[in-house]
């Protein structure tokens, strides 16, 4: 009888921070430079389920953690000037 390859589904992970954060935490280099609304495209094609907050200039901004959103720090122009983040 042929064995069988079993596949870890994501929620099985291996029990470490990174195990258990994987599917949670996400990254988007890329978008660092992007326009406003091309971000916002991409990072939901990515991750649908998120809630996507847009951080103007100089605002004040407490950083709490929270897996289901990203924020989108932008410039005066609605330029991206950080690399956005689930964290």
């Given amino acids: 009888m042929a064995e069988e390859k079993q596949t870890a589904k994501p929620y099985q992970q291996e029990k470490t921070i990174e195990g258990i954060f994987a599917n949670l935490m996400k990254e988007w280099p890329e978008l660092k430079g992007a326009k406003v609304d091309d971000a916002k495209r991409k ?3 990515e991750k649908p ?3 996507i907050q847009v951080v103007p200039p ?3 901004y407490g950083c709490i953690l929270d897996f289901d ?3 989108l720090f932008v410039d ?3 330029i991206v000037t950080e690399a956005p983040f689930t964290r």
């Fill in 49 to 51: 389920e998120v809630e």
């Fill in 58 to 60: 100089n605002y004040r």
């Fill in 43 to 45: 990072i939901k094609e």
């Fill in 76 to 78: 005066d122009s609605g």
């Fill in 69 to 71: 959103r990203v924020c």
